[in-house]
């Protein structure tokens, strides 16, 4: 009978447990950048909502896409740590909205502008603050659907709460 050697060399062992571990992390650091791609993406899209709608507040996107940013954005990594400071901000003069502060919709602005560009920072889009302030389009009949629309309905409560009245004249042919 031949005489074998069964011991395992150093070397041997290693690469016994790399052939069985390897594909293992292998795995697990695909998944782990898949996750951190996905995330990104996650961040881009919210980053995408508030840009396309910057000149519509009111559009649901916009705020669906505000709402969102406590979900998606990371208070331990410190550049998302500035857009969650700039969203507090944001959202704190927001709840603040008093019809008689002249100068609350251009602070809305400078705090809108403020977390649009903490965010293009953090996920590595950068444009100048000016640019972000001043760059935004609706067209006038957007703007003028939506007056109307609110005219609307503040007429149609008044009337239907009875504070107004509603005058009907009959013309004969």
């Not at 594909?23 to 995330?39: F, G, M, Q, S, Y």
């Not at 965010?119 to 001043?134: Q, R, V």
Request: charged share 25%.
């Amino acid at each position: 009978m031949p005489n074998i050697d069964y011991t395992i060399k150093f070397t041997d062992l290693i690469m016994i447990i790399a052939v069985f571990i390897g594909p293992i992390v292998a795995v697990r650091l695909t998944e782990k950048i898949n996750e951190k791609k996905k995330a990104y993406e996650r961040k881009l899209a919210i980053f995408k909502n508030l840009m396309t709608t910057r000149a519509n507040t009111l559009a649901v996107a916009h705020v669906e896409a505000l709402n969102t940013i406590d979900v998606e954005f990371n208070n331990n990594n410190t550049r998302e740590k500035a857009v969650i400071e700039s969203w507090k901000l944001y959202l704190a003069h927001l709840n603040s909205y008093d019809e008689k502060d002249t100068s609350w919709g251009s602070r809305r602005n400078d705090y809108f502008t403020e977390l649009l560009y903490t965010m293009g920072i953090s996920i590595g889009i950068t444009f100048e603050k000016s640019y972000l302030k001043s760059t935004s389009y609706i067209p006038k009949a957007y703007y003028d659907q939506e007056n109307e629309q609110i005219e609307l309905r503040q007429k149609l409560i008044s009337l239907l709460n009875g504070y107004s009245d509603l005058n009907i004249t009959i013309k004969r042919n």
